[in-house]
């Protein structure tokens, strides 16, 4: 008999998604069924009611205020995009580090070479830390931007975000660059009041943490932020006006939404925050450090499995790229899928950088991941397959 599934690559997506979040969303292609405010008449005025819900709910989820600066996307790459190509002009500089996901790089290496944008890119340790000194030295009057995401998709590490922009709200308004910060693989999973109170821009991913749908994500701008939209047309309103009105909520969203999804992340986030709200995204974050401990502490006694990233538990998410000796990195990965139904994610990861300070580029690592609920069983079944695994290494004996 094969074993049921065990799904490792929360960090790409979590799955399975909630049988209430499945449910709204086949729900919400029947009633309300049409897009807010273009026609259905009551029908319409309930999307555009469920939308906004929806948006109270991303910004219950990041701790802000204003759930009118609440833009839904696609995912976080989107958001991502729309905040680095609507904030930076020919001229302009930005700070980034050499670790970050390619939804941050590759947009801002494109804005380097074709749009006159300066990009200083602040190197990580060999663990791929960053240290807010670092990046903090790295930022002159010219730098309109600085993005950074707050835990790494390789490693699991938080960076320093709440220190950094600390340290950047002790500038005059008006000089002080803007901080944006890719929450793709915290939101939903941690308490992000201690980042969103010092950042300018927060990027997501609705079905990461929060438990959404694919097809989600959100872009939060603190009020006064102005970005250039990167999609324009139908509003639903004012549409003798030429240019799309700079009204909020919607300014940076055009064309009819993903009211299913969006209806069903809403639902997702109720249940991340029931019971407490972000009292209950801290009981994730304590019970996800506490995996995070433990599954070291299990991995250290695999001496054929080799670890990356810091072995500092506390400022970790449960993250995990691993090599198993013996084994090249896309072998393990599939004798992990073929024999013992662990679906994990092999190679860079679409983070090179970071595989090229931990010295696993170019060809990666295993990345084992876990959810907003790590068991004990699963864990378990993890260790006992990469234990298997390098005993029957074909280079061990
Ligand atoms: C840190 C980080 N940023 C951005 C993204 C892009 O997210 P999405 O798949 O929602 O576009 C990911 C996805 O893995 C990520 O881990």
């Not at 803007?178 to 991913?205: I, M």
């Not at 699963?378 to 005993?391: F, G, H, I, Y």
């Amino acid at each position: 008999m094969t074993a049921p599934l065990l799904y490792l690559d929360h960090a790409a997506t979590s799955w399975p998604k909630e049988p209430r979040v499945v449910e709204a969303m086949a729900r919400a292609l029947v009633e309300p069924g049409v897009a807010p405010d273009r026609g259905g008449g009551a029908a319409g005025r309930a999307a555009a009611r469920a939308v906004a819900v929806a948006r109270e709910r991303v910004a219950a989820l990041l701790a802000v205020d204003g759930p009118e600066r609440v833009t839904f996307t696609l995912n976080a790459t989107d958001a991502l995009n729309l905040a680095l190509k609507g904030a930076l002009r020919a001229g302009d500089e930005v700070v980034t580090s050499t670790i970050e996901h390619n939804s941050v790089a590759r947009p801002l290496a494109r804005l380097e070479a074709e749009g006159g944008v300066v990009v200083r890119r602040v190197a990580a340790d060999r663990f791929g830390r960053l240290a807010a000194a670092d990046v903090l030295a790295a930022v002159t009057p010219r730098t309109r931007l600085v993005a950074l995401s707050h835990a790494s998709n390789v490693t699991g590490l938080r960076h320093p975000i709440a220190a950094i922009g600390a340290a950047l709200r002790t500038q005059p308004i008006g000089r002080r660059p803007w901080l944006l910060v890719d929450v793709a693989q915290s939101a939903g999973y941690r308490p992000l009041d201690e980042v969103s109170s010092v950042a300018d821009l927060l990027a997501g991913a609705g079905h990461k943490g929060p438990g959404g749908p694919l097809g989600t994500g959100f872009l939060w701008t603190r009020e006064g932020v102005a970005l250039r939209p990167q999609r324009e047309g139908g509003t639903g309103s004012r549409s003798e006006e030429p240019l799309q009105p700079n009204d909020w909520p919607g300014a940076l969203e055009a064309g009819s939404p993903n009211v299913p999804g969006i209806v069903a992340l809403a639902v997702a986030i109720e249940a991340r925050l029931a019971g407490g709200g972000l009292a209950a995204i801290a009981a994730i974050a304590a019970a996800r450090t506490a995996a995070t401990h433990e599954f070291l502490a299990r991995l250290r006694e695999l001496d054929a499995v080799e670890r990356f990233g810091p072995d500092d538990a506390p400022s970790r998410e449960p993250l995990f790229p691993l090599r198993v000796r013996g084994y090249a990195v896309a072998e393990a990965a599939a004798l992990l899928e073929s024999e013992f139904a662990i679906v994990q994610r092999a190679g860079l990861h679409c983070n090179p950088g970071t595989h090229r300070v931990l010295g696993t580029a170019p060809d990666g690592t295993l990345r084992l991941s876990f959810g907003h609920a790590p068991g004990a069983a699963e864990m378990e079944r993890a260790v006992e397959a990469l234990r298997e695994l390098s005993r029957a290494a074909p280079s061990s004996g």
